[in-house]
């Protein structure tokens, strides 16, 4: 990797990068001397007797329902899991990364070989994936995959949420690789140059 892209990446990691904005501050207070054997032995009273109510609690539900005699307060609970589960149904999407990885392969018109040995994974790695429409590969493989499609960043990280990640401001990782699809850089031996450079594992290993 050239030293100007360098200068380039650096600058682009320091303007975008997110750090954690809140801090927790220590606060002492000398003039406080609580009871400490008092508060420990009412804390443990309180305690033992919170650990007794829920197991009795537990014990009452799972009679209660066994017998298939549910108080308004357990169908209330029954009615919200239902709710959950329609929502999970209604809103989960009918794509998988699989599918939308072949589709983006089929629409470019290339050859499974050729995304698969550009992205670095071997053959019978990208089978599984291919032929397991919920298969999700680790992350690295993942953006290694949008390198080889040379995908866009809004397709990378389309792509990259059906697997379960995504690119994020607050990781250097993260910005190494949003820098090089912006800019259309798709070479992943310069990608990975950077990412080693700035201690990040790199992508494109079978995983």
């Not at 200068?7 to 990691?13: F, H, N, Q, S, V």
């Not at 307060?73 to 709710?83: A, R």
């Not at 990208?126 to 995908?151: G, M, Q, W």
């Amino acid at each position: 990797m050239n030293k100007q892209l360098l200068l380039e990446l650096e600058a682009y990691i320091e303007n975008n990068r997110l750090d954690d904005l809140f801090f927790r501050e220590t606060v002492t207070y000398n003039y406080i001397m609580p009871m400490k054997s008092a508060y420990k032995k009412e804390d443990k009273k309180r305690e033992a007797k919170e650990v007794n109510e829920e197991a009795q609690d537990d014990k009452a539900w799972l009679v209660r329902f066994r017998k298939n005699s549910l108080s308004e307060d357990d169908y209330g609970l029954i009615s919200k899991e239902n709710e959950i589960e329609q929502y999970i149904s209604k809103e989960k999407s009918e794509e998988t990364f699989s599918i939308k990885l072949l589709q983006h392969i089929d629409r470019l018109g290339l050859k499974d070989a050729e995304i698969y040995k550009k992205a670095g994974i071997d053959r019978r790695h990208f089978s599984k994936i291919r032929c397991d429409v919920n298969y999700k590969p680790k992350k690295s493989t993942a953006i290694a995959l949008c390198i080889a499609l040379e995908l866009n960043l809004k397709e990378s990280i389309e792509l990259l949420q059906l697997a379960g990640y995504s690119l994020s401001n607050c990781d250097i990782g993260d910005l190494v690789i949003k820098f090089f699809i912006e800019r259309k850089i798709y070479d992943l031996t310069i990608v990975n140059e950077a990412l080693d450079y700035y201690g990040q594992k790199m992508v494109g290993v079978v995983g």
